[in-house]
């Protein structure tokens, strides 16, 4: 069979580069083809911008995911992106390996001191192609403040910031004069609470609820439905409500 | 008070180009100072790789987190780095603002056909410096299969692939031989059986299990215990045991 690994890690030498050979050299022993994506080595655009679509013109307004079928159905995709296609196509199984902190990826907080962010509050603004219905409790997105976990509590909350819920638009690609402004106006109302408004009571790493060290959260805290990451705030209400 | 907005998309003229005109116009009628870091407009390099560590000797093994320490704590971090670290500790509220495609970046597959994909198995290859408890189901990181969840159903199964648990390596920081030998022994179990083991059961969109077209699952198809992402798998274990 088919297998094409996309590798992301800037050293070749790492414990990453190592799990790597050991996956192919096994693939290989079993006689499966095996096809390697190093993004780090091939200087992969990780980011998408108006290189990717040369036919749009430049004084028109890009609108990324119409130009992006626009160009798959015109065969004007760049030729790096039509590589990787090429090898997904090919394959029969694919892997994608990399260490957690690279989805985490240079985002200039990542590799701050903690003390820079003590006494300090944040959130999240975030626009969607897809319904509301779609990221609520029940939806088959998954609940939006969850898919942002990583950002809130991982990045934000993780740093020692406090966190505000955050800001979403919906259906933003076919979305109306009249629901821009209504989106706008909320956005407004958001502005103005930044200091007031109460944050998400995400619990404290070293507050007492957790085992140390391995910060599990102790038994007979959370509600009755809690589970997956609203473990980790207090007071959730029940979780499985839409 | 001072605001420091992060906003990562490549069209000033997009949506998220008016809502961020909306947040910065009202926080300054509010009297706030407000700083923008435009990612796209700057050219921001997402990466990390050795160009952040031009102290880092070409030959030898870039580890990217000790790299990171001693490049802060010896003030020979890259200028783009710092002048953001500069903005961060300047302000009393950091919002980062984003299309959630944005975070899925342009990964060679987000914006494929969904015919590509059928009938193909797809998994993740994952190391973390933490260790495995704090991503167990009661693990303050939050359950490591939901921290991937925006890769495995939202990258992989939403374009048509079956997908096999993750595999992950934890305290990778610290690893000896003698952990490095196991988890490659693991991994080569993992790779004779990519053909065979059996999937992660995530339920159809279209397959009964939920409402059209809000997408949100039918009531009483979930266990007793499952919230948050675990409801769009059948036969999930009770997520509140770790």
């Known amino acids: 069979m088919k297998v094409f690994i996309v590798f992301a890690h800037p050293e070749p030498q790492s414990l990453n580069g190592s799990l790597l050979k050991v996956a192919v050299e096994e693939l290989e022993s079993q006689g499966h083809e095996v096809k390697v994506s190093d993004l780090y080595a091939m200087k992969w655009k990780s980011q998408v911008d108006r290189e990717d679509f040369p036919q749009h013109p430049a004084d028109e307004r890009l609108r990324v995911t119409k130009a992006s079928a626009v160009a798959t159905y015109s065969g004007t995709l760049t030729d790096d992106v ?6 997904l196509k090919w394959a029969d199984f694919v892997i994608f390996q990399f260490p957690l902190w690279c989805t985490a990826r240079r985002t200039g907080v990542i590799d701050m001191e903690k003390e820079f962010c003590l006494e300090k509050r944040a959130m999240v603004v975030v626009t969607l192609g897809g319904w509301k219905e779609h990221y609520s409790a029940r939806g088959i997105g998954g ?8 950002v809130t509590h991982g990045t934000f909350y ?6 505000l819920p955050s800001f979403a638009m919906y ?7 009249e629901q821009f402004k ?4 909320e956005l407004r109302q958001r502005m103005k609470t930044l200091f007031t408004a109460k944050p998400i009571a995400f619990r404290r790493q070293n507050g007492g ?20 990451f609203s473990l ?10 839409s």
Do not use: C, W
Not at 158 to 163: A, K
């Open 82 to 87: 039509r590589q990787e296609q090429e090898k």
């Open 182 to 185: 209504e989106a706008a106006d």
């Open 171 to 177: 259906r933003t690609d076919r979305a109306t004069d």
């Open 232 to 241: 980790h705030s207090r007071n959730v209400e029940d979780a499985t409500e």
């Open 158 to 163: 993780y740093t020692g910031m406090e966190v």
């Open 143 to 150: 609940p939006l403040e969850d898919l942002l976990f990583p």
């Open 209 to 228: 609820d957790y085992e140390i060290p391995a910060l599990t959260l102790k038994r007979g805290l959370e509600g009755p439905n809690a589970s997956g």
